[in-house]
């Protein structure tokens, strides 16, 4: 793992190198001088402590690019704490919910968490691999869900920091063989890059020693009116898909794929998300709204689009690129509101997910894409969301 990261960080560094500028010959001419502090290069990466848990120091990271964007990043849980943005007036708002501090962090939330080992839900809370049952942690019901009641996101991760035009932070982890039942020590390494053209970029990365089965997302909500706005049911969706994998009134998913068009999952076209909300979808229903894995067009592997939103107030738009095979939708039901940073006020439906991953239940499914890992192979998955303004 260390070769890989020291690797990476060269790599980056290489591309982050920046060509000195010719020095101009002085003049003749008196003139005044005034020494000034040496100015923060507009892209950069800072670290700042953050407090402890468990014992353990906890760092938070600014990630800043030279277009008005902004990403901070705590190395416990890999969580995105803030992204803010800017709308097509300039104005900058901070468009992923979150908390003040990590105290607020370490009792549990998926607020911009890293998931795993697994994300979404595994039937049964066990599934079979190479003839042998595992027997996972159960936290939904009877179910696994996230990787069981102490997943990737509470755990302490090694960071490595990355400056440059691109600044990145590489985040690294090892969880150990059985850890929520899960089998083989996997060593994961989630990276963060923000991009000079306004792109969060996320690339997950691992290996095992055992064979085992994997599926990480990062799970932040979204209001791209800014968080503690109300809610988005008038932000509009475009899915790059025609087809989900819907879910039995447990919220598992059965196997079955179903063609989106005319069922309350046509985001085929932009639409607006509050529009079929409250359908008569089985799905629907039973969730009730949109919690539902959609099956991303193009092939799985190369980065693709999966998503588009548009918050028409604002102009704040943002892709989802993605290398997995599916992106999950899930809008918040709590009925009441929820008091986040800086005493936000996080309502019903005040956030959208689009969570890149692969199908729920997928060990069990063997038509689903496989979420094996074997040793000697490597795990590599990417999602990029891209922001941008519409006129």
């Known amino acids: 793992m260390r070769k890989f990261t020291v690797a990476l960080a060269a790599g980056l560094v290489l591309a982050a190198g920046v060509q000195a500028r010719p020095h101009k010959p002085a003049t003749h001419k008196a003139v005044a001088h005034k020494v000034v502090a040496a100015p923060k290069p507009a892209s950069h990466i800072t670290r700042a402590a953050w407090g402890e848990v468990g014992g353990q120091k906890v760092d938070i990271y600014t990630l800043t690019n030279g277009h008005g964007m902004t990403a901070r990043i705590t190395n416990y849980g890999a969580f995105l704490v803030d992204l803010i943005v800017p709308d097509r007036k300039g104005n900058k708002a901070n468009v992923v919910l979150g908390y003040d501090n990590v105290e607020a962090y370490s009792h549990g939330t998926t607020y911009g968490a ?17 003839g042998k049952t595992f027997h996972l942690k159960a936290n939904a019901g009877p179910n696994n869900i996230h990787g069981g009641p102490v997943g990737f996101s509470y755990h302490v991760y090694n960071a490595t920091a990355l400056d440059g035009p691109n600044p990145a932070l590489i985040l690294q982890m090892v969880s150990a063989d059985g850890d929520q039942g899960f089998p083989g020590q996997l060593d994961f390494t989630v990276t963060y890059t923000l991009k000079a053209n306004n792109t969060l970029r996320i690339d997950y990365r691992a290996t095992s ?17 800014g968080a503690g706005n109300g809610d988005v049911l008038g932000h509009r969706l475009q899915v790059f898909s025609d087809a989900v994998t819907p879910t039995d009134a447990n919220h598992m998913a059965t196997g079955e794929v179903l063609k989106v068009s005319g069922t309350g999952f046509d985001f085929t076209k932009p639409k607006a998300l509050g529009k079929d909300i409250n359908g008569p979808d089985p799905a629907i229903v039973a969730t009730p709204g949109y919690d539902i894995n959609f099956i991303v067009k193009g092939a799985m592997g190369k980065l693709r689009p999966a998503a588009k939103i548009t918050e028409p107030d604002s102009g704040r ?16 039901n709590n009925e009441k509101p929820l008091t986040g940073r800086n005493g936000e006020q996080y309502v019903k439906r005040g956030a959208f997910c689009l969570e890149t991953q692969h199908f729920a239940n997928a060990p069990n499914i063997p038509s689903f894409p496989t979420t094996e890992l074997k040793p000697g192979q490597i795990f590599y998955q990417t999602t990029e969301f891209r922001f941008s303004t519409a006129k």
Not at 121 to 126: D, M, N, P, T, V
Not at 209 to 225: A, G, I, M
């Open 114 to 130: 890293v998931i795993g080992r697994f994300a979404n839900r595994i039937g049964g809370a066990q599934f079979t691999l190479d």
């Open 209 to 225: 020693d055992k064979p085992t089965v994997l599926n990480p997302t990062n799970h932040s909500y979204f209001n791209l009116k």
């Open 317 to 332: 738009v943002m892709e989802v690129w993605t290398t997995q095979p599916g992106v999950q939708l899930y809008l918040p």
